[in-house]
C-alpha cells in the first residue's frame, strides 16, 4: 500500500531527497504528504518546496515543553494525512506522547553500525575511537534513543586518514539506498517484527549472494538484507 | 623480525589453528612458542602438541588470587622467551600486572564488531539485539576488556534466522585470516598507534579497491584494512 509519508528533518535532509527520487523514479511506492523541520530556514524545507511538498516549520525555540512541541508536531503529521514518519536527520528525541501514536511506523537512519556509536555525534564518535568499518543503520523508532528493531545496515571502510567530514558521504550515499529499501519493504508490507529482530518477509535475493555486496564510486559496501534494485 | 608468539587459549583455539597454517604456508613470520591454557584438558593443548609446539596449563582453579595467577602466566610466557601474546578464545581477563609486562604486544580477536558487543556473550548479544552485520575486530589489549586499539575488522551478514551457533562459523572464517594478518603486520612493524587510533604503515592494496571486499563459501564479507594476501 502506498506510504503517506512525513519526514521530519532539521538540516540539509538529503535522505529526503534520495526518497523523493527512489519515488519519482518508481522504485518507491511512497507519497510524502508533508516536510517538517524544527529549523527555520532549514535546507531541506526549500529542496521539498521545489519538489511540490507541503512543508512545515514547527520552531523548536517556541516550545519550552518537549511534551507541548511533539502535540503540535504531532497534530501536523496526522493533519497531513501521514501513516508512516520518516526522521531524516531530526536532531531532537521524540517523546512517548509522539512514538506512541505511530506504533512500528517511524522510522529513523543513523550513522553507525548500531548499537555502535548512538547519539549525535555517531560520526565523530566512530572516528575517535579509531574503528575500521563504519556504516549506517535504518531501525524502528522506540521510545529509547537509537535503540529500536534494526531493518537494514549497510557497512563501509574507514580509512586512517579519515575525519567525520571525509567518511560521512561514504555513509550517506548508503544511507541513500538503504533507507528507501527499507520504506519499500514497509509498503509491501515485508517487516516483521518479533520482539527486537526484524525478519523480512520473502526476501528475493538470498543473503549468499553478491546482491549484498559491491564496489561503488567511494570503494566497497556490503548491505544486509540484500538491496533489492535499490 | 620473526614474532616470538605465546598464544593462551582456553578452549578449542581455531585461530591458533589458524596461526600455525599461515606460518606453515610462508604467509606469517612467527613461531609460536607456547600454548597455554588455563583449562587442563582444553583441546586447543592436543593441536598445539601434535604441531611440535610446546603446551602449558596454569589451571585457574589453583588460584585463588587473579593477580598471583597472572605473575604464574607471566613467568611461563617470558620463560618460553615470548615478545608477543595472542589471546585466541582466552576466557579470562588479564590483570594490569600481565598487561604492563607486554605493552601493545597483547592482540585479542573478539567476534563483534567492536565497540558493538563486547564481553564473553558477544556473538549471541548481537543475535538477540537483532543486527543485520557481525564480524570480527583483532585489536590491542589494554586494561579495559574489549576496548583497545582496533588493528583491523572483519564484517558478515547475520540472517534474520541465524542463531549463535550459525553465526559463529561464518565470523570464524573471517578471523582465521586477519587475525594472522594483524600478527603479520606487527612482525613488519607497520602498526602505529596514536591515541586510540592505529594507523596501517604502507598500505600495499588502496581501501578502495576490491582487495577489501569478497565473496566466500560461506556469503560475502568485507575487511579493512584490505587483506594483503591472507
Known amino acids: 500500500m502506498t506510504l503517506q509519508i512525513a519526514a521530519l ?7 529526503v531527497a534520495a526518497i523523493i527520487k527512489c519515488i519519482d523514479d518508481g522504485l518507491l511506492d511512497a507519497k510524502i504528504n508533508i516536510v517538517i523541520s524544527n529549523q527555520p530556514g532549514a535546507p531541506v524545507l526549500e529542496k521539498a518546496a521545489q519538489a511540490g511538498i507541503a512543508v512545515y516549520v514547527c520552531n523548536s525555540d517556541d516550545y519550552s515543553d518537549r511534551e507541548a512541541y511533539d502535540r503540535e508536531l504531532l497534530s501536523a503529521v496526522k493533519g497531513a494525512g501521514a501513516d508512516t514518519v520518516v526522521l531524516a536527520g531530526y536532531m531532537r528525541v521524540l517523546t512517548p506522547v509522539f512514538v506512541q501514536a505511530y506504533p512500528q511506523r517511524i522510522l529513523n537512519v543513523h550513522p553507525s553500525i548500531l548499537p555502535s556509536f548512538p547519539g549525535r555525534m555517531g560520526n565523530e564518535d566512530a572516528i575517535n575511537y579509531g574503528v575500521r568499518l563504519s556504516g549506517s543503520t535504518v531501525h524502528f523508532v522506540e521510545e529509547t534513543l537509537d535503540k529500536g528493531p534494526v531493518i537494514i545496515q549497510a557497512v563501509v571502510p574507514v580509512h586512517s586518514t579519515d575525519t567525520g567530514k571525509t567518511l560521512m558521504p561514504r555513509i550517506q550515499a548508503m544511507e541513500h539506498r538503504i533507507y528507501p529499501q527499507a520504506l ?20 528475493k535475493i538470498p543473503s549468499i549472494s553478491l546482491g549484498s555486496s559491491g564496489q561503488g564510486p567511494m570503494g566497497p559496501w556490503m548491505v544486509s538484507p540484500p538491496l533489492e534494485g535499490f
Chains 1, 2 share one sequence.
Open 184 to 203: 519499500q519493504w514497509l509498503a509491501e508490507g515485508r517487516l516483521k517484527i518479533e520482539g527486537h529482530r526484524v525478519t523480512l518477509l520473502s526476501a
Open 9 to 15: 528533518a532539521s538540516r540539509v535532509g538529503t535522505n
